[in-house]
């Protein structure tokens, strides 16, 4: 497994910006698609944004679609997720977390293909 670190939480009003990261070690981070989930309260986790082991292909959430983008920097075991358009609808702690698979093709937004998760951060946005 790997650890991941996530930063860049908030509080931000509505319509305002944020970009979160998220740090790994412990594995060949650019070995494995990474993701990104969130939780809002008295929600069920849900899939955000994932993308490629090599950052060229991407799969978001409907509702995320156009404000979001997933990125990753290999060479510094880091994956972010910019978050524009924020709505208070997007309140939720948002994991990162990593493919249990290495060099996988498909993405997905299932959690029972990620082995690693993140401890989460929060995110505000007031309306």
């Known amino acids: 497994q790997v650890q991941l670190v996530e930063s860049g939480g908030g509080l931000v009003q509505a319509g305002g910006s944020l970009r979160l ?3 790994a070690s412990g ?11 969130r939780q809002a309260p008295g929600k069920e986790r849900e899939f955000v944004a994932a993308i490629s082991w090599n950052g060229g292909s ?12 997933i990125s ?9 997720l910019q978050m524009n358009s924020l709505k208070p609808e997007d309140t939720a ?12 093709l498909l993405l997905t937004g299932y959690e ?3 082995d690693s998760w993140g401890q989460g951060t929060q995110v505000t946005v007031s309306s």
């Open 93 to 104: 702690v948002y994991y990162c977390a990593s493919d249990g698979t290495p060099w996988r």
């Open 27 to 37: 594995r060949t981070f650019s070995s494995y698609v990474m993701g990104w989930f």
């Open 112 to 114: 029972r293909d990620y």
């Open 21 to 23: 990261s998220c740090a």
């Open 58 to 69: 991407w799969l978001y959430a409907d509702s995320v679609k156009g404000r979001f983008t």
């Open 72 to 80: 990753r920097d290999n060479a510094k075991n880091t994956v972010y």
